[in-house]
């Protein structure tokens, strides 16, 4: 708590009386825009291992994550303590194995347990929602209450890439999925074959649903190869990056105007970019 005081002093500062008119008029969903933004420059950060722009990004989070809290704080709905003592008894719950005495041997068994936990809570934080509203005394009955589904957790705000994943890993939880990851690249196979079809016959909507279910089926090669789909596509991106501003050095230093070449040529300075990026 000392270490992270004088960020806490800086915050309230800005958002005082004599601070900065930006900082005073925001809200927690201005500055999850700024939080979302700092976290992708992190991400981009731990893809190249660039160890200084880690430790700067790291703190960006951090300070953007303390400067959302503090609204809350100013609003009086909680305090940091309730932050910090909340998910430290949650992790706590979440690892009886180190903390209790649950055995685990494998990561399987560690898996189940973390997902059953998880699933308790889910139940507990549901049953304490419905006393709450007063189903009861709204005359509700059970045809008229919500029905709790697996995908309620996935926030609707998030990034594709990383909902897809996220959206077919609670599928999988609930039994509902393929059986390994050669059904997963036929699906894909299949996607790419309706989406010919559909830019065969000009329909607009039709390509783009097709090529969404490819992104989507993707996403799950991903999850069966074992990697995360986002980091996959953010190396992807470095990558091509790379070899493009080495092209462009290369173009710059013969003169060279891009656009003048023919699609030979390009892809002869392509190869050439590839070559010399080294990664």
């Known amino acids: 708590?000392?270490?992270?005081?004088?960020?806490?002093?800086?915050?309230?500062?800005?958002?005082?009386?004599n601070g900065c008119a930006w900082d005073q008029k925001?809200?927690?969903?201005?500055?999850?825009?700024?939080?979302?933004?700092?976290?992708?420059?992190?991400?981009?950060?731990?893809v190249n291992n660039d160890r200084e722009n880690i430790c700067e990004e790291l703190g960006d989070v951090l300070f953007q994550l303390l400067f959302v809290l503090e609204i809350f704080t100013e609003n009086n709905l909680f305090e940091f303590s309730h932050v910090i003592n909340g998910v430290a008894e949650k992790m706590i719950r979440r690892h009886p194995h180190v903390y209790d005495t649950a055995v685990v041997e494998t990561d399987e068994q560690l898996h189940r347990q973390w997902e059953k936990i998880k699933a308790n809570e889910k139940k507990e934080a549901n049953e304490k929602k419905e006393t709450g509203t007063g189903y009861n005394n709204l005359n509700q009955n059970e045809n008229t209450k919500p029905v709790n589904s697996a995908?309620?957790?996935?926030?609707?705000?998030?990034?594709?890439?990383?909902?897809a994943l996220k959206v077919s890993n609670c599928a999988v939880k609930e039994g509902f999925?393929?059986?390994?990851?050669?059904?997963?690249l036929d699906q894909v196979k299949e996607e790419i074959r309706e989406f010919e079809v559909a830019l065969e016959e000009e329909s607009s909507d039709a390509a783009m649903m097709e090529f969404g279910d490819i992104l989507f089926s993707l996403v799950n090669v991903g999850r069966f190869?074992?990697?995360?789909?986002e980091t996959a596509l953010a190396s992807a991106t470095a990558k091509f990056e790379g070899r493009f501003r080495v092209m462009e050095r290369a173009l710059c230093q013969e003169e060279i105007d891009l656009k003048s070449?023919?699609?030979?040529?390009?892809?002869?300075?392509?190869?050439?970019?590839k070559q010399g990026y080294d990664r």
């Open 1 to 17: 708590m000392e270490k992270i005081a004088p960020l806490l002093e800086i915050i309230r500062r800005l958002r005082g009386k």
């Open 26 to 46: 925001q809200t927690p969903l201005t500055m999850w825009k700024c939080l979302a933004e700092e976290m992708y420059e992190l991400e981009e950060a731990i």
């Open 151 to 163: 995908l309620d957790t996935v926030p609707k705000g998030m990034p594709g890439l990383l909902r």
């Open 177 to 184: 999925d393929w059986e390994n990851i050669h059904q997963v």
């Open 225 to 229: 190869a074992g990697f995360h789909p």
């Open 261 to 273: 070449l023919s699609s030979e040529e390009k892809e002869r300075h392509w190869q050439r970019a």
